[in-house]
């Protein structure tokens, strides 16, 4: 998707096509945009995109997500997406809050020490309770 775009709510919900997802630089990703989509296994975001609550809802092919620097994410934006085994946080990260769901599959904590979660917002998975977190995050 081209920077500076932005895909309407709801424009490719459940679409079973969808392998491969780029956003460039500031795209704005609809309330439910890619929902449903559990055939996508590559999604690569750019600096200062936008995503729309549960816009990646359900998304299960989804293995690795990279949020990056200036990213804005609603509610929801990634849950149900339980393949998600790396996730990566950009470097100086303080606040995590309510945006964020970690699926079950996560092998590694991301938190890096300092980092602050919103109080009941952050779902963490059983699997994240047995890791031990790096830097004496949190």
């Known amino acids: 998707i081209k920077g500076g775009s932005k895909i309407s709510a709801g424009a490719f919900k459940h679409n079973p096509t969808i392998h491969n997802v780029i956003i460039e630089e500031n795209v704005k990703i609809g309330d439910r945009a890619f929902e449903g ?3 996508i296994t590559n999604l690569s975001l750019s ?4 995503i729309g609550r ?3 809802d359900h998304c299960r092919g989804i293995t690795a997500l990279t949020i990056p620097e200036g990213a804005s994410i609603g509610g929801g934006a990634f849950a149900g997406c339980t393949g ?22 996560l092998q590694h904590s991301p938190f890096q020490k300092g980092l ?5 917002h952050l779902r963490v998975a059983e ?6 977190l790096q830097n004496n995050a949190i």
Do not use: D, K, N, S
Request: glycine share 12%; proline share 2%; charged share 20%.
């Open 47 to 50: 600096e200062g995109v936008i």
């Open 127 to 132: 699997a994240l309770l047995r890791l031990q």
């Open 84 to 105: 998600i085994r790396e996730l990566t946080l950009p470097e100086g990260c303080t606040f995590l809050g309510g945006h964020l769901w970690i699926a079950q599959a």
């Open 116 to 120: 602050v979660l919103a109080r009941g």
């Open 37 to 39: 989509c559990a055939e």
């Open 54 to 56: 549960r816009a990646f």
